[in-house]
């Protein structure tokens, strides 16, 4: 059931076991499995729009998303925060407020975290949680988003294809798999019971935009929500408020850190906001392949061809793409973060390490509807992003040259002169076994409250260099069976 915020009266106070902020892949993910598993679910979304159409979402972003985007923002995406609508899979459209969130123009590229993205090492720090503790949620993550199976190794996909594995010193050839197409929209994807969010059991109400996250003693109390009318300059159409047993929080990463931050929660130790990551990718400039280094047969497999050199699909409309990326071994050795090269079409994409500067803050400046203070966001990349292009684009022409072939790969300056963020906002509310080092803990509850979580890869530690909507699926199919066991065990 889907309804309309504007339809709630006034002072109304709304009741489920479990109140999810925001309807993107995250907030969608938790929901459904939630009630499958029997828990009464209401999932507001804060978009007036339906997720069918692309273009409205336009006019609540510049409304509601306007702030300041700073630092390697200021010169390569100063409109970050409400980048107006260029086409779809476009990086001129990096969040979207509408059903179905930032899924309503994603790619699906998709791929689990590798363990050592986990792992502490210099300059990454690890996680609470390892790669096998999220093993049996990415298989149930890869049906749930109706992938061709969870192995994404080269290995296997040589076999479906018929290809030839390519072999490259310090590099592991990675599969990635895109979801189809119809799975790919959350507000109008089927489910695999094939329920979609309006004909769910999900009380789903569009138009319901988090004002305020209320608490009392350790535990939110409420959430006071509001409504916008279909004014010219719109406003405050209706106020309520909605009362949960749990919470959970899935704007997206600048969104999550915001709502946290306007309602001073979890930021007992300065780290809501911080640690904001990508995976940089160049706009326009990119590694070029001076002479080839792999056969027909390895090449085809990097496309995700055939041996016959024909794409691969499967019935639910699923692609295949391979990428090199340094094995863990190089990470250690180098004391870098990861990065991946493409054989067929030269790009490169790196792990950005975190850094407690690039962060979101709050300005003091308010937005036109609520009148709430508007999102700063400070993109700064470190020395260490720095070392880490330039190793990992040496150890690539090294190799390559082992093949007999080449690559020129541009100077770091040239590069981040043309840097974007490309959609993957991670990081600034981290998981952490420590409060002092991060707002969650490994379940994705906010450390200092006991019934509110948080849901989307602001909780990423480190960034990897797997797409990051595979892993936010998962953590929230994880987050969905913690809550059911807490209320399974009387909550
Ligand atoms: C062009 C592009 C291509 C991409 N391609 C890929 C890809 O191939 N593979 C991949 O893994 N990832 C990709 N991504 C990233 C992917 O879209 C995001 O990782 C994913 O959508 C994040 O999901 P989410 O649910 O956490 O957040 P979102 O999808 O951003 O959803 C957050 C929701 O919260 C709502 N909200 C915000 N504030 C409030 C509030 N105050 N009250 C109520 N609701 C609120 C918003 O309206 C929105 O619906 C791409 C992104 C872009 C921009």
């Not at 059931?1 to 709630?8: L, P, Q, W, Y």
């Not at 790619?107 to 993205?117: E, K, M, T, V, Y």
């Not at 929660?265 to 990718?281: A, K, S, T, W």
Request: proline content about 5%; some cysteine; aromatic content about 10%.
């Amino acid at each position: 059931m889907i309804r309309n915020g504007r339809d709630i009266e006034n002072g109304a106070v709304l009741k489920a076991q479990v109140c999810i902020v925001g309807s993107g892949p995250a907030g969608a993910t938790a929901a459904w499995h939630l009630w499958k598993a029997g828990i009464s679910v209401l999932l507001i979304e804060g978009s007036r729009f339906d997720g069918t159409a692309y273009e409205p979402s336009w006019p609540d972003k510049t409304l509601l998303y306007e702030g300041v985007a700073d630092g390697l923002f200021a010169t390569n995406e100063p409109d970050f925060l409400i980048l107006p609508f260029a086409g779809q899979h476009s990086r001129a459209w990096e969040r979207e407020r509408i059903l179905g969130g930032t899924s309503t123009h994603w790619g699906g590229q998709s791929r689990p975290l590798d363990p050592i993205d986990f792992e502490a090492r210099p300059g990454f720090p690890g996680w609470p949680i390892t790669r096998a503790d999220l093993d049996p949620y990415y298989a149930t993550a890869a049906k749930f988003c109706m992938l061709h199976g969870d192995d994404f190794s080269a290995e296997y996909w040589g076999g479906v294809l018929g290809d030839d594995v390519p072999q490259l010193a310090d590099f592991d050839a990675c599969m990635y798999q895109f979801i189809g197409k119809p799975y790919l929209n959350f507000a109008t994807r089927t489910f695999p019971d094939g329920s979609t969010l309006a004909s769910s059991g999900i009380d789903t109400v569009l138009n319901a935009s988090l004002l305020d996250i209320e608490q009392d003693g350790g535990r939110v109390t409420g959430l006071r929500v509001a409504s916008m009318d279909d004014a010219k300059t719109p406003g405050i159409a209706t106020e309520f408020r909605i009362e949960a047993d749990a919470y959970v929080l899935a704007c997206g990463a600048v969104a999550n850190a915001q709502r946290l931050l306007l309602s001073n929660i979890g930021n007992e130790h300065d780290q809501v906001g911080r640690y904001f990551m990508c995976h940089p990718l160049s706009s326009g400039v990119n590694i070029s392949i001076t002479r080839p280094f792999l056969t027909t047969s390895q090449n085809n497999l990097m496309a995700g061809n055939r041996a016959n050199g024909l794409q691969w699909t499967d019935d639910n409309g699923v692609t295949v793409t391979g990428r090199f990326q340094l094995t863990a071994d190089a990470l250690r050795q180098y004391g870098i973060g990861n990065c991946w090269m493409r054989s067929y079409s030269a790009a490169v994409y790196f792990e950005m390490a975190p850094n407690p500067e690039s962060r979101v803050t709050l300005l003091d400046t308010t937005d036109k509807v609520f009148g709430q203070r508007q999102a700063r966001i400070d993109w700064q990349l470190s020395p260490l992003d720095q070392v880490t292009y330039e190793t990992s684009t040496h150890l690539f022409k090294a190799s390559v040259q082992q093949l007999g072939g080449d690559i020129e790969a541009p100077s770091w300056e040239t590069m981040k002169a043309a840097f974007v963020v490309n959609g993957h906002h991670l990081g600034t509310t981290r998981m952490s076994s420590d409060p002092s080092q991060g707002v969650v803990d490994a379940n994705l509850k906010v450390h200092s409250m006991d019934n509110l979580y948080v849901a989307g890869s602001s909780v990423f530690v480190t960034a990897g260099v797997s797409n990051p909507t595979f892993t936010i699926i998962t953590l929230s199919i994880r987050l969905a069976e913690h809550l059911a066991g807490r209320f399974a065990a009387g909550y």
